[in-house]
Nanobody, 124 residues
Framework: QVQLVESGGGLVQAGGSLRLSCAASGRAFRRAHMGWFRQAPGKEREFVGAVSSSGLSTYYTDSVKGRFTISRDNAKNTAYLQMNSLKPEDTAVYYC?????????????????WGQGTQVTVSS
């Protein structure tokens, strides 16, 4: 089990940038693949992207490719979601999650540890 806390959300104008951080506790972080998800009101929680335990591999949902970048610093037990060229449709609560068994998944059920979420609001 990995304890996760997101931070860095806020209000930004369309076209702007934000960087979200996900602080993890415990030694298990370095072995966990880290995913980012988001959920808008009345909508399903959706996969955004993920980074492998080593930090060497990433994958993203099509709608954020070229705009969002996921990375991690294992020495700091922290994962990041850099969001550029933000659009109003990116408005959602963003969650980080940890998966220690599966690489390449987009399923919420494959990520066993979750943060509380941080609100990102993009105004037009």
């Amino acid at each position: 089990q990995v304890q996760l806390v997101e931070s860095g959300g806020g209000l930004v104008q369309a076209g702007g940038s934000l960087r979200l951080s996900c602080a993890a506790s415990g030694r298990a972080f370095r072995r966990a693949h880290m995913g980012w998800f988001r959920q808008a009101p009345g909508k399903e929680r959706e996969f955004v992207g993920a980074v492998s335990s080593s930090g060497l591999s990433t994958y993203y949902t099509d709608s954020v490719k070229g705009r969002f970048t996921i990375s991690r610093d294992n020495a700091k037990n922290t994962a990041y979601l850099q969001m550029n060229s933000l659009k109003p449709e990116d408005t959602a609560v963003y969650y980080c999650a940890a998966d220690t068994t599966t690489w390449g998944t987009r399923r919420t059920t494959d990520f066993r540890s979750w943060g509380q979420g941080t609100q990102v609001t993009v105004s037009s």
